[in-house]
């Protein structure tokens, strides 16, 4: 193994691999250090959908960043299968965030200000999927949020890395991070330095933190899930209410989900769970009880205390950046976030507004 | 292959293989075919409850039947061991009845009359099994009422019977079944004749009934399961109330099941049915829905008008017998079933009750 | 149920369902009957590739029929998309047919009258794909040669058929067809009639030949299959040399396969199959060994005498319509079976070289 | 979650939830931190054989150590029965060390001082085990070399520890040990102290090594493997060659296995490795290739300089021990590893060749 690369990314899922590959593609000799499978844990475990609008209900800097990824995505669909051969399986046909009561119509209209929301009414949402319940009274239709296959992305990322010249060190944890002179890793294959170093592995990111002098912490959001073959109902849409939604895939099947469940660790679904995600999807689609059963599965959510990733700089050493903290939107903020991390080792210059909302030394106010 | 068999069975179910394994042994030259791999409909699905009590509420043929077979698998754990290597996982804990309501303890108390059933009361019940609910009024428990693993009995049959000689054609189906000079079966490997045939293969023996002039029809009665891993809960009993049951089985996990969706031939699990289950045993065992599951399935049980299977002659034709409308008792009478067709076909006395209760051509009453 | 279809197809494998798809976008009312789940058999176990002329080594009616099929998957990956919201998976690199000795370039060589087939240098393939062996001595590029993904076609078709307004009854096997007075078929749910019946269920057509009085006999060839993550392997193109191939999917996995054990209707993968096609997908990769198992399985090819598919009328019976004995050619040939069947029944013209190639009263020679 | 415990053990594989299960059993509050799931590493991929002999050919205090821990087996499989309600599924076949050449013979022949050992000629193993290679020129028999299900007696020891009222904490790394004042660790879910701590992480206990001050590396040696469905061959004793070995389950498989890869971290087959075990098993039982393939994995075994597992205190801190490094014998050596580790903290007397074999000052002779 070489003992020196120009960027070490600690962890390998959507966000260590999107940072990998932007580097690799931008020249930088870099290697990603991932404790298991490229992708396993959370990334693995998402729907995928790219909902800007969907996790948003004003206007603000998170937002221009969730749709700045969003954008960033259009060309990747393209730009990832011929660099690696693997299709993301883009899903164009957008969200509708369903309303059943009045103040779910409030809620959902605090986005009205953003003109790439549409208000539809019951009868339009029915007409367009015939198989929603008929109990809404009506939903915000954003074409704009599609979603995408998140292992598949996250493959693309790492296989486009290696073809671009990274290294993608699977099942080789980092054991501690040196910082005395220069930065280095100690990991099963030895230690290895760099100009850089990048933290990005989510939820388990907390220790890496904390070595380095950061007092953040993160937490896990476990959220269950579960697929089924949909044979029989034209549903183009992603439907979604109160975190819950249900995304039709290209492959025919639908992703149903999810559960939230705060500082829960363990990444296998119980029977509680499942149990609560079959009844709120049927809450959507009253038919949805009879299609059978794929899959079920679980995955953690890396939450932050004012709900904002950390991306940026340590606040005193240079040479370490961090990247962690996506929450529900790791699959969606991604591309940006490995635009961002690139242009901050590389010098280019990145959005002043980015900075200030990502970066760690900020005031943290907590989220409910 | 062999172009003559001394006895050709029709299904590789777990009565199939019964049926083979003794007749093996008894030295007849056998052959099974089945349409797909040995045990992987309906027995692959079933819990494996040898519940003699479980299923009747009454002293009576059937029950005499069943307590019979339940005895022969004592031995068979044992001696199939030996002849095939294969282990049945016997398990011994019983089986608690539950009664939520007076009702329901009614029911149970029909079975009073049996020496072999004990009613307890709800602090016996909780005593004995911690984490059953509290709501309940009381058990009947029958110690008798063990489990084992459907598909490794029928494994151990299947291999067992090969072992003493039989021929197993797997991914075989018998196409037809000509009876105009002798007995013979059409199969894509050719024709095959025989001195018997035996008709073993469950819900899918209702065409070759029709063929063979019996007018019986057959229809399944749907049954979802799912298993969890159990790494906490100390239960021993089986647990059953309304057609629901949690298995305890020695490899650490709970079999849950079963909903009851008659005229249901497709074969894969439903969300709705997961959700029943699901709150089902959540009635049992509230802390249940913390355990992580494991799998989901479904099969189909072979229902019959009266309840009763057919085993025995065909009416006219001696060289052809029937073994098949098992419905939840498959697993249960295999063993029985088994023996008694080898002494129907070698000349060994049955038991004039069961021929009588269980013959082709007994007056049969629609159960509700 | 309904008791009248316009056309009731037997069989859901992907050529049954690309009729269904068919005849229902034409209005016809349609139902298709399988014995298990829509393209879980031969359809499951195919590699994909479109090979019109991977199959064929000389023009003909055969290979006709074959570009003809492959250029309907030109259209149909995006009718599909829009008609049942599944994507195809079509992969666009072409196949490289290796040759290693001068025989193999002999052989291929017959294929240089095609103007679509290139004769490339081993320079020019390792350059290309480098990491194809050293050892070749050249290959023949069909770029045209692209691939699906089998069962995401099939379902397609399927549920496109159903929102056609077509009737998939999946668990529901033909027990019986009659034509005494017009044309019926049993099943589990009842007796069903139409104006035309069309059997389409591969290797397991036999016995509705023979029922139908034809003289027909098929004989499976069976395949086994696996397939690896590929994490670093920059393969665009297909593979092929001598029957097997090294597919490279979307997904990122490579499709390897497959061998030819004739009359094996057993459909489960043996330890020596996958021994032998691991050997053989290293004489094409010297690297693949490294590259980690995702999974086994195998499939049943349904072969004729002469090789080439029946389809076509009933000779005599004009009612009844078969499509079945594509053997490695399935997939590749669905889209225009489906439409020559389509048009057989709703009397549009189909081209008389087609009918003549396959239809049942053919003479057939015997291929080796 | 409670902050402190008597002990807390480090790693929930099979020497730690023995270690855990032995101390709950003996009183003590005890606390096992498992980074992912109980027993699905290294535990998980081990064929289970406990074999004392197969893997020593000498006597000497590491063979009394393994002989000790068989024998504990014997009474742990009705007491973790009867204690957590799993079946740890103890097979009596005994091994069969088979000698191809003089070689073999002579090597197996060193072990020839142990009574436990039965030299057979070719005949009699062929007699004993007739779907052995007639290539053999005898076998060593060792009839207390049993074997077990390995994640079924890790899931038992962890399920009774748990019901002796021991916390088993998965999805729960241990972020850092501090030893300051007193010994505690940290995890995510807080700081927790401890009167001793056990590190029991099999490869992955290196750093923990380091931590502590013990300059002492591990190294993984990756072993892939297979199991396939044995409908057919009567195999009761398991077949040993040159560190390969087919072990006949009582659930109807055998388990092929294991390459030997050193220092190779990655917990996937890769097909080159399987291709090898194929070729391996077909060497010892000719038919092998005709059985159908269940599955494939891998696992690593964690190996030391000298061969010997580190089982001990702390040189300098008494309140921190060490088990770990038991390479091809954990599931063997588990038991009398709990019973070690557990004496050493309630201060029971332990065998003195034990500790001085395996304490982790010892001079160690580096192994080829």
């Not at 296959?149 to 486009?160: T, W």
């Not at 469940?261 to 296998?268: G, H, L, M, V």
């Not at 050493?317 to 929450?327: D, M, P, Q, S, V």
């Not at 976030?337 to 943290?364: C, H, N, S, Y």
Request: charged content about 25%; hydrophobic content about 40%; glycine content about 8%.
């Amino acid at each position: 193994m070489k003992k020196h690369y120009e960027v070490i990314v600690v962890g390998g899922g959507i966000i260590g691999t999107s940072i990998a590959y932007h580097l690799a593609k931008a020249g930088k000799k870099t290697a990603v250090f991932e404790s298991g499978e490229v992708g396993k844990k959370a990334t693995h475990a998402a729907a995928g959908m790219l909902g800007a609008h969907a996790e948003c209900d004003k206007p603000g800097t998170f937002f221009q960043f969730a749709r700045a990824s969003q954008q960033v995505y259009q060309q990747l669909t393209i730009e990832l299968k011929n660099n690696s051969g693997i299709d993301i399986r883009r899903h164009d046909g957008g969200i509708l965030k369903i309303a059943f009561t009045e103040s779910d119509r409030e809620r959902l209209m605090r986005m009205a200000a953003l003109d790439s929301a549409e208000w539809l009414t019951a009868e339009q949402v029915v007409d367009m999927e015939p198989d929603v319940t008929k109990d809404i009274i009506g939903a915000n239709f954003i074409a704009d949020d599609v979603h995408v296959e998140p292992i598949a992305v996250c493959k693309a990322f790492a296989k486009g890395a290696r073809l671009f010249g990274a290294d993608i060190f699977e099942y080789t944890p980092v054991i501690a991070i040196d910082t005395d002179s220069g930065v280095q890793i100690q990991t099963a294959l030895g230690t290895v330095e760099a100009e850089h170093i990048v933290i990005a592995c989510g939820v388990w990111s907390g220790p890496f933190f904390k070595q380095l002098g950061i007092n953040k912490s993160f937490y896990p959001v476990k959220g269950e899930c579960l697929s089924v073959w949909n044979d029989r109902i034209p549903l183009v849409r992603t439907l979604y209410h109160d975190h819950c939604y249900i995304v039709p895939r290209h492959n025919g099947k639908l992703i149903i989900g999810a559960t939230m469940k705060p500082k829960n660790w363990d990444e296998r679904p119980e029977l509680g769970g499942i149990k609560a995600i079959i009844e709120k999807a049927k809450t959507m689609i009253p038919e949805i009880d009879k299609l059978k059963i794929d899959r079920c599965w679980a995955g953690l959510r890396p939450a932050t205390v004012d709900g904002n990733p950390y991306i940026g700089h340590h606040p005193i050493n240079n040479r370490i950046l961090f990247a962690a903290g996506h929450f529900r939107n790791g699959i969606l903020l991604a591309p940006a976030t490995g635009e961002m991390i690139r242009d901050l080792i590389i010098g280019q210059p990145v959005k002043p507004a980015w900075i200030e909302a990502f970066k760690l030394e900020r005031t943290e106010v907590v989220i409910e």
